[in-house]
């Protein structure tokens, strides 16, 4: 098993690769973020698996007009919100956490009304890589920024979640309008995923599934809960990752939170759906943690092989990440090794994203300068690799 290191060189200070999505033009775009060093815009990267070359088409900061020097907590990060269509766009938002220039350290809550070091509130715009035009730019919501977001392309919708004050709120593309539908909790949803229908799912904090119903345009608490430790009762546990098995029938998912655990959603079957519960990543969970890192799970991506790969921290190699390969038919699971290029290991795992050809590629977080690891299974029949469709509609 062999890993090529796709690292950003030219961006030797930023830290943090939190979206990662393939375009319908074959390119992998990710949004290369800073998270501990004050004054750093987000830039969107693109890497050509066919020629191995690695560009940087977008300054997000400059396109957004929000000057990394202006003394404001910088539009530093894309966080789960970089969105591709079938027409070559791409859709993003900005996230905020990244510090104003000079500063080592930003929080949200104790500069809300400081009319220096605030933020001035997540921008969304729409970016066209083949011709380098950026389409629409705009303000999405005032002081908040946008954690995540998921792309209904059939009906010009874009559904996401506001940090830190936790709004899901839905974006009509057309309007250029933001709808608030209102608060749904306090500790922020990394996810949000879709049925075949268009309809947005995540959680509340105890991680009882929230819908959105794009027919009847409200968000329905269902009394569904994702899969926790049985000596706790659910708080924190939130969706952290999750991607449709290829038939679209079900969602594979991870948590975020302390005994981590894989689940399966049947978003249709039935009038609330159906949730199992597929234990830990892999092996036994520790009976101890240290970290919430300790055994961090992302990066989940559907092989051509019709296998399930996600990176897992493993507390028993270091907390090194390693590449899971599950079966959906039996569940198995299999330890393919460290994710590694020679010495270089990632700190962990945030997305994963598939080419055309059957290429893995995962984005790292926590090292400097950031990078993606690109990884090349076995491969018995490549010819799905022509397929030309949105891999993933959300971040």
Same mark, same amino acid.
């Given at each position: ?24 033009? *074959? ?32 300054? %997000? ?5 929000? +000057?990394?020097?202006? *003394? ?10 970089? /969105? +591709? ?28 009304? !400081?009319? @220096? ?14 011709? !380098? ?7 999405? @919501?005032?002081? $908040? ?41 306090? %500790? ?6 879709? &049925? ?27 009394? %569904? $809960? ?6 706790? &009762? ?16 079900a969602i594979y998912g991870v948590t975020w939170d302390f005994d981590i655990r894989l689940f399966r959603y049947f978003p249709?079957?039935?009038? !609330? ?20 890192? !300790? ?18 921290? /493993? ?39 598939? &080419? ?9 977080? *926590?090292?400097? +300068? ?7 299974? %076995? /491969? ?16």
């Amino acid at each position: 098993m062999s890993f090529q290191a796709i690292v950003f060189n030219e961006l030797p200070v930023h830290d943090t690769c939190w979206s990662i999505t393939t375009g319908i033009d *074959g390119i992998i775009y990710m949004a290369v973020c800073g998270e501990m060093t004050g004054g750093l815009g987000a830039y969107i990267a693109a890497y050509s698996p066919e020629e191995d070359t690695l560009s940087y088409p977008l300054s %997000v900061a400059d396109a957004v007009g929000c +000057p990394v020097d202006d *003394g404001h907590a910088t539009h530093g990060k894309i966080h789960y919100c970089l /969105l +591709p269509a079938d027409d070559g766009t791409l859709y993003a938002a900005t996230h905020c956490t990244t510090p104003p220039a000079g500063d080592t350290v930003w929080r949200p809550w104790h500069t809300w009304d !400081d009319p @220096v070091k605030s933020f001035s509130g997540s921008r969304i715009f729409s970016y066209k890589p083949a011709d !380098d035009s950026l389409q629409f730019m705009g303000d999405l @919501v005032p002081k $908040q920024s946008t954690r995540c977001m998921a792309l209904n392309q059939d009906r010009g919708l874009i559904y996401g979640i506001t940090y830190p004050q936790d709004h899901f709120f839905v974006y009509h593309i057309d309007e250029r309008r933001t709808e608030d539908l209102g608060r749904i909790g306090s %500790v922020n949803p990394q996810c949000i995923f879709l &049925d075949n229908q268009g309809n947005g799912y995540t959680t509340n904090d105890y991680g009882f599934i929230i819908r959105y119903s794009v027919d009847k345009g409200i968000l329905e608490e269902l009394p %569904v $809960q994702i899969p926790h430790a049985p000596h706790r &009762d659910g708080f924190h546990t939130l969706p952290y990752d999750a991607v449709a098995s290829p038939d679209g029938t079900a969602i594979y998912g991870v948590t975020w939170d302390f005994d981590i655990r894989l689940f399966r959603y049947f978003p249709e079957d039935g009038k !609330d759906g159906r949730i199992e519960d597929l234990g830990a990543p892999y092996g036994t969970p520790a009976d101890t943690w240290w970290d919430i890192k !300790d055994e961090h799970t992302g990066g989940l991506v559907f092989g051509l092989d019709g296998f399930l790969y996600y990176a897992a921290n /493993l507390i028993e190699d270091d907390q090194k990440s390693h590449l899971i390969k599950l079966n959906p038919s039996t569940l198995e699971r299999e330890d393919m090794g460290a994710i590694h290029d020679g010495d270089i290991y990632p700190d962990h795992i945030s997305r994963a994203t598939r &080419d055309y050809a059957g290429n893995l590629y995962f984005a790292d977080v *926590g090292m400097r +300068p950031t990078r993606v690891f690109k990884y090349t299974p %076995v /491969l018995s029949n490549r010819a799905a690799k022509q397929e030309r469709k949105i891999i993933r509609s959300w971040g």
